[in-house]
């Protein structure tokens, strides 16, 4: 399969970031507001958006955040990274970052960075690429010191995958944190249950996402922790550490401050999870 895949096959993913980057406006995520209006004037799509969306959002944001700060590693390697402002504030910070996305979105990113007047550090490399291809890895590897530990991160990217797509991009991850050391960072063992709850939360937003893209397919989401625990055990990762969204309930912009918050949204903050993975001894 490695060999068949094709790059424009996956750009219908790319719109779900724009999805993902409207109710980080109701956040106090740096840059947030600044990305979404340059959005909302460049990349005019028919979206529906999701302002009870943002405790999720803010919450996954926020516990990654948290997990990569706790591990000291400061190489980054963020797949799928969209239009977040991560690797800019921690390229700040002085780690050492890179983001891979496909080609239309790092063209998008660019040109916003330069529009809105955010000077890019150098130490933030911004890739076009495909996390199913090792050669996209290659190219990121350039960028990162071989004598360093790698933190991986990934927030929006496995959900939208089959399981044998799934398969490549860990085993992908795999082969460069086996070479560097470091640790896997993700929120994408989507389980099903979690896709329930956020049905619940917020009408019709799976239907709509399946809309965008014909990837956002029930079939491909995780049972439980038990088949995460087995999927990626068998290519070579133990799972170290599971983490619920409303752990970060109390650091919440958008709930403490906006009051964005019911028991059915309260419910998808206990479904959701990131966990913490590493290559086993």
């Known amino acids: 399969m490695k060999e068949k895949i094709n790059d424009s096959d996956y750009e219908e993913i790319s719109p779900t970031a724009i999805v993902t980057a409207y109710p980080r406006i109701f956040t106090d995520i740096p840059y947030e507001k600044e990305i979404y209006k340059w959005l909302n004037t460049n990349c005019k799509t028919e979206l529906t958006l999701y302002k009870n969306l943002a405790p999720e959002m803010e919450a996954r944001y926020k516990l990654t955040n948290k997990l990569l700060n706790n591990s000291k590693i400061k190489q980054v390697l963020e797949l799928a990274s969209g239009y977040s402002s991560r690797g800019l504030i921690y390229s700040k910070k002085g780690y050492n970052y890179v983001e891979l996305d496909l080609e239309s979105i790092c063209k998008n990113k660019l040109k916003l960075f330069k529009d809105i007047n955010i000077m890019i550090p150098e130490n933030l490399k911004i890739l076009s690429g495909n996390a199913l291809r090792k050669s996209s890895f290659d ?25 044998e797509e799934k398969k490549i991009v860990a085993e992908n991850i795999y082969n460069i944190l086996s070479k560097h050391g470091g640790i896997w960072i993700t929120s994408d063992v989507t389980p099903k249950k979690f896709i329930k709850s956020q049905d619940n939360a917020l009408q019709d937003f799976n239907k709509n996402v399946s809309k965008i893209t014909s990837r956002n397919n029930l079939n491909d989401r995780f049972e439980n922790i038990e088949h995460i625990k087995k999927f990626f055990g068998d290519i070579g990762f133990e799972l170290i550490e599971v983490h619920q969204f409303n752990e970060m309930k109390d650091e919440l912009y958008s709930i403490n401050k906006l009051n964005i918050i019911d028991d059915k949204i309260e419910k998808t903050l206990e479904d959701a999870i990131v966990v913490v993975m590493k290559i086993k001894d």
């Open 139 to 163: 190219e990121c590897e350039k960028h990162f010191n071989k004598k360093e530990p790698i933190a991986v991160i990934n927030e929006g990217l496995l959900r939208y995958l089959t399981f």
